[in-house]
């Protein structure tokens, strides 16, 4: 059984630019949320999705969106990088929305210049 | 909203010694995770307390849940470097409704010296 995964690892990208990272969810799983971590904090959740439509939000601008496919995997997008967005991205797996447990990627680390 | 403290912020502890990780939510708890982290790397899912009073064990780590206090508590026995990391509590404040998501406390810090 496949387990979370996420590209890429690491990204550096300037002020301004465009972002997307990527995630496959664990196998038969066909919810993905999204979470910020900055250093030093816990992760903040961005959104979720669930059988391909946003079904959550949290406190993130418009200029973070997302996808999901029908396999499931999904991305992630930021427009309009600024500094502030340089953090840890991880994604979670959910065999359902509802689900008690979710199952976390190892990370994708934006560093915006 | 709900909000999570943990307490410690951080903590160093020797090879061998016992310690103990305190979460204390705002709110009700109606259930918590607690997560490990390796600096910079994702969450592992260390165990999940539903009820008041439930305690769950894993290896060394045992886990208790008091919903009067609004508080968990993460106990490690005899640790070891490889306890070192990053414990995250977590709780759903949502249990049933359109979407599942997960607060976050805002970490503690272990690290074990050999």
């Known amino acids: 059984e496949t387990g979370v995964t996420q590209s890429p690892t690491h990204l550096i990208k300037t002020r301004g630019q465009q972002v997307t990272l990527r995630c496959s969810s664990q196998?038969?799983?066909?919810?993905v949320s999204w979470y910020q971590q900055a250093l030093g904090q816990g992760p903040q959740f961005i959104f979720q999705?669930?059988?391909?439509?946003?079904?959550g939000r949290g406190n993130f601008p418009p200029r973070f969106s997302g996808l999901q496919f029908p396999n499931y995997s999904s991305e992630l997008n930021v427009n309009a990088l600024e500094l502030d967005d340089s953090a840890l991205y991880l994604c979670?797996?959910?065999?359902?929305?509802?689900?008690?447990?979710?199952?976390f990627g190892p990370g994708t680390r934006l560093t915006v210049l | 909203s709900q909000e999570l403290e943990q307490s410690p912020q951080s903590l160093i502890v020797q090879e061998g010694k016992n310690l103990t990780i305190n979460c204390t939510s705002s709110?009700?708890?109606?259930?918590l995770y607690w997560y490990k982290q390796k600096y910079g790397e994702g969450l592992i899912f260390l165990m999940m307390?539903?009820?008041?009073?439930e305690e769950k064990s894993h290896e060394k780590i045992t886990a208790k849940l008091d919903e009067k206090k609004q508080q968990s508590s993460l106990h490690i026995t005899a640790s070891q470097p490889s306890h070192a990391g990053i414990y995250l509590c977590?709780?759903?404040?949502?249990?049933?409704?359109?979407?599942?998501?997960?607060?976050f406390g805002p970490g503690t810090s272990l690290s074990v010296i050999p």
């Open positions: 999705y669930y059988r391909e439509e946003e079904n």
């Open positions: 979670a797996s959910s065999p359902e929305r509802t689900s008690d447990e979710q199952f």
């Open positions: 196998s038969g799983h066909n919810t």
């Open positions: 977590g709780v759903n404040p949502i249990r049933v409704g359109s979407y599942d998501k997960v607060i």
């Open positions: 709110k009700t708890l109606y259930g």
């Open positions: 307390l539903q009820k008041g009073g």
